[in-house]
T-cell receptor
Framework: AQRVTQPEKLLSVFKGAPVELKCNYSYSGSPELFWYVQYSRQRLQLLLRHISRESIKGFTADLNKGETSFHLKKPFAQEEDSAMYYCALKWNYQLIWGAGTKLIIKP | DVKVTQSSRYLVKRTGEKVFLECVQDMDHENMFWYRQDPGLGLRLIYFSYDVKMKEKGDIPEGYSVSREKKERFSLILESASTNQTSMYLC?????????????FGSGTRLTVV
């Protein structure tokens, strides 16, 4: 069955430190994966898609089919990165969501 | 430029009441979704619709129904509200099969059932 796992409910790092938010998926086909972000009191929004191979706000995510992972990384965290992050997998017309990771950047 | 609008930001209802949550999008999207968002559980799909008058059950449809009479509007109905339906409800839309372009979300409705 399709599944997305984000093993960390909470991740706390200091400003300037590297950040890695983990995401693992279970899917038998060719996956399409996304990261969404929700800042405090704002709506949930798309951060990046693996098919775009883009870097948004300094974040990147590489699809590793061997490890079935799509971890989100940023080399130097900033305080404004504090937010809730969700990993999602496309399945038919839907997205399968992970439980989310709350990222806190300490000054 | 708000594109998905949820009619209420906060709602407080009594147990047993019938509750209507409204969602309107102005992007001519075919697909619309209702989720509930709970800490530690992520987003759970309640219902979705891929066309007018069409609806499909999601993962947790019990206690809910939906209505899509017009393309731009997708309503979530709690037939008889219960305290375990206290949650944040999110509406989203996406065009046709282009899920890879991402969902557009509303700002959410925080429902409290007392």
């Amino acid at each position: 069955a399709q599944r997305v796992t984000q093993p960390e409910k909470l991740l706390s790092v200091f400003k300037g430190a590297p950040v890695e938010l983990k995401c693992n998926y279970s899917y038998s086909g060719s996956p399409e994966l996304f990261w969404y972000v929700q800042y405090s009191r704002q709506r949930l929004q798309l951060l990046l898609r693996h098919i775009s191979r883009e870097s948004i706000k300094g974040f990147t995510a590489d699809l590793n089919k061997g490890e079935t992972s799509f971890h989100l990384k940023k080399p130097f965290a900033q305080e404004e990165d504090s937010a809730m992050y969700y990993c999602a997998l496309k399945w038919n017309y839907q997205l399968i969501w992970g439980a989310g990771t709350k990222l806190i950047i300490k000054p | 430029d708000v594109k998905v609008t949820q009619s209420s930001r906060y709602l407080v209802k009594r147990t047993g009441e019938k509750v209507f949550l409204e969602c309107v999008q102005d992007m001519d999207h075919e697909n619309m979704f209702w989720y509930r968002q709970d800490p530690g559980l992520g987003l759970r799909l309640i219902y979705f619709s891929y066309d007018v008058k069409m609806k499909e059950k999601g993962d947790i449809p019990e206690g809910y129904s939906v209505s899509r009479e017009k393309k731009e509007r997708f309503s979530l109905i709690l037939e008889s509200a219960s305290t375990n339906q206290t949650s944040m409800y999110l509406c989203a839309s996406t065009p046709g099969s282009q899920v890879n372009y991402g969902y557009t979300f509303g700002s959410g409705t925080r429902l409290t059932v007392v």
